[in-house]
């Protein structure tokens, strides 16, 4: 059907995203010519793009009066009808299978179909069963019918995104988690940006086995880099930023440790304890050998991590208490292992007091902020 000028006037406002243009275009021209179904259907998308719902389902019985069994009319419908999130999904199917009925070899219609009645059936199934946490339920058996629309939408338009997000839904209902797997790795394909595949797949390789703090970092802020409004894939990075800072406290507490060694606090049956105050060299010695720890373990790690989570570092410092409190500790236990081996001591009782403050203070909280990780 040949469009009027008007109507492919407003289809280029909204392509620029000016929806009240071009519904104020639309309106004059139906004004005139009220008989114009495909404009009937432009200024009904202009509604639904402005979240005005009722003024969408009016234009679209408008359109529908001309032609009852017009595909373009009925995907308003059901559209609008959508704009609801409570109900209104499960009083769409009549539309939806009047579109497919209509136009049979057109995905879209096979996908929202597919995505009403994976809502309507595991609505039903949790109304009947009593259940409100279905996460570990196998909804298998319940989204049979939902499975097999979904694949009808796949299998006439394969690289269509939205198509792959309801089959993802489908398939996690279903637990199959091989399956979510291949489809959030088509949907990337297709979307490098697609920030609930990014956060499915980050997470995954983040909490793989082996996968250490400052690695899952970097995968965070891979993710991060590509769909940069996730607060999910924020929440991992802090995460694993976090694990990252609980690291370095572990440095110094090895520190102390040493510390100790050096000095010879304790004394052990059958050896003699080293003279004190200790040598000069051998007090510089332990700092070259502490110095190494952290160059090693905290600051080359630190520079080999990606900008962002450098970044991130600095932000969870200004942003989380217990990020400063970690760092806090660090500083204080390194502060006391600094004293004990460099200090020359003439006695232990001392350099014992500061060995335990350096470890008593951190050790308590240890694994109790360890919950801060999840």
Not at 9 to 37: C, I, M, N, T, W
Not at 87 to 111: D, F, K, T
Not at 162 to 185: K, P, T, W
Not at 249 to 276: H, N, P, S, Y
Request: glycine residues 6%; aromatic residues 8%; charged residues 25%.
């Amino acid at each position: 059907m040949e469009l009027h000028p008007v109507v492919e006037q407003a289809q280029a406002l909204v392509e620029f995203k000016r929806y009240d243009q071009a519904r104020d275009l639309l309106s004059q021209h139906l004004a005139e010519d009220p008989g114009d179904l495909r404009a009937w259907v432009k200024i009904g998308y202009c509604h639904v793009n402005t979240k005005q719902r009722d003024q969408a389902l009016e234009a679209a019985d408008e359109a529908l009066t001309l032609d009852p069994q017009d595909f373009g009319a009925l995907m308003l419908r059901a559209h609008a009808m959508t704009m609801d999130p409570g109900g209104s999904w499960l009083e769409v199917e009549p539309v939806l299978r009047e579109v497919i009925r209509v136009e049979p070899h057109h995905w879209y219609g096979y996908a929202m179909l597919a995505d009403a009645v994976w809502r309507r059936s595991v609505l039903r199934y949790a109304q009947a069963a009593g259940i409100t946490d279905l996460r570990k339920h196998d909804l298998s058996h319940v989204l049979r019918e939902a499975s097999d629309l979904v694949n009808e939408a796949l299998r006439l338009g394969p690289e269509q995104v939205y198509a792959l997000e309801i089959a993802v839904r489908i398939a996690q209902g279903s637990n199959d988690a091989a399956a979510c797997d291949q489809l959030d790795r088509a949907i990337l394909r297709l979307d490098p940006t697609h920030a609930e595949a990014l956060e499915r797949q980050t997470r995954k390789a983040a909490n793989a086995p082996g996968v250490k703090a400052a690695q899952a970092a970097d995968l965070y802020a891979t993710g991060l880099a590509a769909a940069p409004d996730s607060t999910d894939l924020q929440r991992g990075l802090d995460q694993a930023t976090y694990r990252m800072l609980r690291g370095v406290r572990w440095l110094a507490l090895l520190c102390v440790g040493f510390a100790g060694t050096v000095i010879d606090l304790f004394a052990v049956e059958g050896k003699v304890q080293r003279e004190l105050p200790l040598p000069l060299g051998q007090r510089l010695w332990y700092l070259m050998v502490a110095t190494t720890i952290w160059l090693i373990g905290a600051l080359l790690r630190y520079r080999r991590r990606r900008a962002g989570v450098r970044l991130n570092v600095q932000s969870l410092i200004h942003r989380r208490r217990w990020a400063r409190i970690v760092l806090g500790q660090a500083a204080w236990a390194m502060v006391c292992a600094v004293l004990i081996a460099e200090v020359p001591w003439t006695d232990r009782l001392l350099p014992q007091v500061l060995f335990w403050a350096g470890l008593a203070p951190t050790f308590a909280t240890v694994w109790f902020d360890r919950t801060k990780t999840r």
